[in-house]
């Protein structure tokens, strides 16, 4: 009798099991000396979820920054692939990562966390998390979405994230719908553990403001109401201006964010007058769907890219003030899971990037009032998949601020870019800094370990640079913003822009 492939299958299912396994390790990413934190730990299948059966120990190497960590652990059946391990205490500053290994058949696997900034008086923290997930209710690719309560579920317990937005899609959802989203968002909201944030997405067609969302700060937020003909279509006859004028007679605070800004067939144009500096201080740069930067990059749009002035650095360079956010635009109701590869049923093509966004806020705290507080003055900067910490300033200005200065004035004659950064690869990641002034690349800084700190002084004059009557900035004014590129893997991580404004 003939071997057959279900015949190889059993004889090796102990190691294709196993490499369908992901471990992850998450840590916050700053911590102050002599803090207690956990250390969260999700071992997932290539499923997306949790693996309830995983029972391998794991060992984790000796730390000189941690006081007290245990050099094995083991899972039992009760945490189903889910562990948290409590009093964690840094009592060094420096650069935290923990690191463990797996032992398989003989041979050791490691495994690290995310990076951590440990420091003796910490001027903010980093929380992260996802600003653009869909569930069922949005009726939008409903062979894959799900019921809205697994994705704060998801995004607290197994990706471990800080914050997280469930944004469906207007045309999907009915009163009931909202009310349902809305208690959702209140039960799952924990200030200072977990912040969830109350939201929805409305499309625009073309010419009209393309794609948003919209969040809110409070719990109370209300849908627009869609006229007959917007029903039904992800390409609504309705202004996005339209929309503004509701939610600001409406009295709930709330911001608007734009996605997919240069997606071919439902763009937004920044050569027309659909951008408002006080409604929408951010710009999503970045989802599984593509990148927005500018037109040439390797995050090619699925359905292709506009031939319209509607590209993030197209909107700056028309005074447009934005900071930057990534995210997943996950339709599987399972942020940052392993199923972000998901295909049409039946179908063999792959219709999406390898990697879901992430958001960085530099807030105070975990609520969702301080990552508002903090979006809106773009204090924020978007990765496509990893916690990669990334801080950057012109002079004493952190990314997202504007400085003011006058003519010929001196402060800022003598402009140091200073940028710390730390990967989340250990060893070699081979790493680009690009620094981008007003749209030109005017420096490629090489990372060649995992951590780096560089100061880039801008000797050009000042006065020359100055970009002048643009459409929605009166003011000459100049920017800086960060590219970091890993090679080999292709992931970035874009930083907000520094502005520097005459008065």
């Known amino acids: 009798m003939s071997t057959t492939v279900f015949d190889m299958i059993k004889k090796e299912k102990t190691k294709i099991y196993f490499n369908t396994r992901c471990v992850l390790l998450r840590i916050p990413s700053i911590l102050k000396v ?231 067939e439902k763009y937004k144009d920044f050569e027309t007058d659909d951008y408002n500096k006080k409604r929408e201080p951010v710009f999503e740069i970045y989802s599984m769907w593509g990148s927005s930067e500018r037109k040439l990059n390797q995050y090619n749009f699925w359905r292709g890219r506009s031939d319209k002035k509607s590209y993030f650095q197209d909107a700056l360079l028309n005074g447009c003030k934005y900071g930057v956010v990534a995210s997943g635009d996950d339709h599987t109701t399972m942020p940052m899971s392993q199923l972000i590869y998901a295909k049409e049923p039946f179908g063999t093509k792959i219709n999406r990037s390898p990697h879901a966004g992430l958001t960085a806020v530099l807030a105070e705290k975990n609520t969702v009032k301080s990552i508002f507080e903090a979006v809106r003055k773009r204090r924020c900067y978007g990765t496509t998949f990893e916690k990669t910490l990334l801080d950057f300033k012109v002079n004493s200005t952190i990314q997202g601020g504007t400085v003011t200065i006058k003519h010929n004035a001196d402060e800022m004659k003598k402009r140091f870019l200073k940028i710390k950064i730390s990967d989340v690869c250990l060893g070699d990641p081979k790493g680009l800094i690009t620094i981008v002034r007003n749209n030109k690349e005017i420096c490629v800084l090489k990372l060649n370990k995992s951590d780096g700190e560089f100061v880039y002084e801008d000797k050009e004059k000042l006065e020359k640079l100055f970009i002048k009557k643009s459409r929605f900035n009166p003011n000459p004014f100049v920017y800086y913003y960060i590219r970091y590129d890993k090679e080999g893997y292709n992931e970035t991580t874009w930083s907000s822009p520094i502005w520097i404004e005459l008065e």
């Open 34 to 264: 002599g803090e207690s934190f956990s250390l969260f730990i999700s071992v997932i299948n290539n499923d997306g979820l949790p693996d309830q059966s995983f029972n391998l120990p794991i060992y984790f190497e000796e730390n000189s920054l941690l006081g007290k960590l245990p050099k094995t652990i083991k899972f039992s059946s009760e945490d189903k692939g889910l562990l948290t391990i409590k009093g964690l205490v840094p009592n060094l500053t420096g650069i935290l990562r923990i690191s463990a290994k797996i032992r398989y058949q003989n041979e050791y696997f490691k495994v690290t966390s995310n990076p951590c900034w440990v420091e003796e008086n910490p001027a903010h923290r980093i929380f992260w998390g996802d600003l653009h997930v869909h569930s069922i209710l949005g009726t939008c690719q409903v062979h894959e979405t799900k019921e809205p309560e697994l994705a704060w579920l998801y995004a607290r317990d197994v990706s471990h994230h800080d914050f997280l937005a469930v944004t469906d899609h207007l045309y999907g959802i009915t009163p009931a719908k909202w009310e349902l989203l809305k208690k959702l968002a209140k039960k799952y909201n924990k200030p200072g553990v977990f912040s969830a944030i109350l939201a929805y997405e409305s499309s625009h067609k073309s010419g009209l403001g393309g794609d948003n969302n919209v969040y809110f700060s409070g719990d109370t937020g209300k849908i627009f109401p869609l006229p007959k003909e917007a029903q039904g279509t992800v390409k609504s006859p309705v202004p996005l201006k339209t929309l503004w004028k509701f939610l600001d007679k409406s009295g709930d605070d709330y911001i608007t964010i734009p996605h997919h800004t240069a997606r071919k």
